[in-house]
């Protein structure tokens, strides 16, 4: 029945790591709006924040993020001084406002940085912030960059928790994708953070990569347990070559078809399973003691634009070019051209450009949509109790779609609607069914499985 569900449910729908979606944003959210956000915050809050690198090295074919190639440094050490200036704006704006309870170094490559470079970035963080003692400080790396002195320079900063990229250790997937990285490379950076205290570390893992079978697959997750990770993400490679134009250098037929993806995502995370971590939402795996496993059992695991997370702050500041905000009133984006970016900062201004205004039926659906990529369940109580007359409204419609699917990919159990055990790998296929905006949208989006 599975392989058949995966076949029939492996349309292109979002991943929701927010709701609205960033096609619905719009050009009404501008530095303005953004401004009054900021200048709104309440004193005594908790925010995070996200920092965008959008450079590479190398640029991986696979690779659907914000960023482009450079081999040289001088546009990075520009794009430096842009950010500088965007910290210092944001900075002022919340002083005194909220204290920072986790960081997201993400990109692009930000250990591409110079190891002073990500020293002054730190320093120029906290002389602009408010910190917690004890927040966390969380990096993506790249092992092909990542020397002695970077890895000393992140542990100065105060990084907590490495994630590193790892996709597939067998070398024909690597040239497909233009990624080599060899395992004793990772095994190197692993084994470095952790000399150094950082005290989590992460490995990023793709199926549905070109050429990849379910043998290689076991073998990249059997290599990458040996490092005993303290999390795993097994993400599906979602090929959007209309929106990343680079993986046309990937050939469509070296892919693996729906069924085989959805194969190769059931044998990892059983390997993974077996292995004695906790499976955390769709795609996350986690050490019993970890804090994502503790806030998954909690039921206060969350979902942003990192993924799955513990971090509660209901404020998430992005900065760098086409880094998006969460605010009580919206999501926000900064101008993704990292040359006009530039400018829009260079004076003071902040570089906002589009974004979105939640009403009281988005909170309600983000929230269902939210409990079920986290939980794969959500209380009819708390729907109504929290969101009122929409909770209401929402609730007939879950009730609709629970009585109306003869496949059972969502259930009424007692008070709470719950997608059962064997049909959450297609949750987001259930999640869309919350969406009012995706009928309408003219987005494309990556495969569901």
């Not at 194969?263 to 399973?273: D, E, G, M, T, W």
């Not at 004695?276 to 634009?305: C, M, Q, V, W």
Request: aromatic share 8%.
């Amino acid at each position: 029945m599975l392989p058949e569900l995966a076949a029939r449910l492996g349309e292109n729908v979002p991943r929701y790591t927010s709701y609205p979606t960033t096609p619905h944003f719009h050009p009404g959210i501008d530095a303005v709006v953004y401004r009054g956000w900021l200048e709104a915050l309440e004193s005594g809050g908790e925010i995070s924040l996200y920092l965008h690198v959008p450079y590479c090295d190398r640029l991986c074919w696979f690779c659907a993020c914000h960023t482009k190639q450079t081999r040289h440094y001088e546009p990075v050490a520009a794009y430096l001084r842009s950010l500088y200036a965007e910290i210092a704006t944001v900075g002022g704006l919340v002083s005194g406002k909220g204290r920072v309870r986790a960081v997201h170094f993400g990109g692009g490559s930000p250990t591409m940085l110079k190891p002073e470079d990500m020293m002054t970035l730190g320093t120029v963080l906290r002389d602009s912030f408010d910190f917690l003692g004890d927040a966390t400080i969380s990096v993506e790396i790249d092992p092909n960059n990542t020397d002695e002195a970077r890895l000393d320079a992140l542990a100065e900063i105060g990084m907590t928790r490495a994630s590193l990229g790892v996709q597939d250790f067998d070398p024909n997937v690597q040239k497909a994708i233009n990624r080599k990285q060899s395992f004793l490379q990772t095994k190197a950076v692993v084994d470095g953070v952790r000399s150094r205290g950082v005290e989590s570390v992460n490995l990023d893992l793709l199926y549905g990569l070109p050429h990849q079978t379910r043998e290689s697959v076991s073998s990249t997750v059997a290599r990458a347990l040996t490092l005993e990770p303290d999390r795993i993400a097994l993400f599906g490679y979602a090929h959007v070559p209309w929106f990343k134009k680079h993986q046309t250098m990937i050939d469509e037929a070296w892919l693996p078809d729906t069924t085989e993806r959805f194969a190769q995502s059931r044998l990892a995370a059983r390997a993974i399973v077996d292995e004695g971590y906790e499976s955390i939402g769709l795609d996350h795996f986690a050490k019993p003691g970890d804090a994502l496993a503790i806030a998954a059992r909690a039921g206060t695991l969350h979902r942003n634009f990192q993924g799955y997370t513990e971090d509660r702050c209901e404020t998430l500041i992005g900065l760098g070019p086409s880094s998006i905000g969460r605010f009580r009133q919206g999501y926000v984006q900064n101008m993704p051209s990292t040359g006009e970016y530039g400018r829009m900062v260079a004076d003071g201004r902040l570089a906002a450009v589009r974004g979105i205004v939640l009403s009281d039926d988005d909170r309600g659906r983000g929230w269902i949509i939210e409990r079920l990529m986290c939980d794969f369940a959500f209380s009819a109580i708390d729907l109504v109790e929290s969101f009122g007359e929409a909770g209401q409204k929402l609730l007939l419609q879950a009730s609709s779609i629970a009585l109306q699917d003869p496949a059972r990919l969502l259930e009424l159990q007692g008070d709470s609607f719950v997608v059962p055990a064997e049909n959450r790998p297609f949750v987001r296929s259930i999640a869309v069914k919350f969406d009012k905006y995706f009928e309408s949208g003219t987005a494309r989006h990556s495969a569901a499985i």
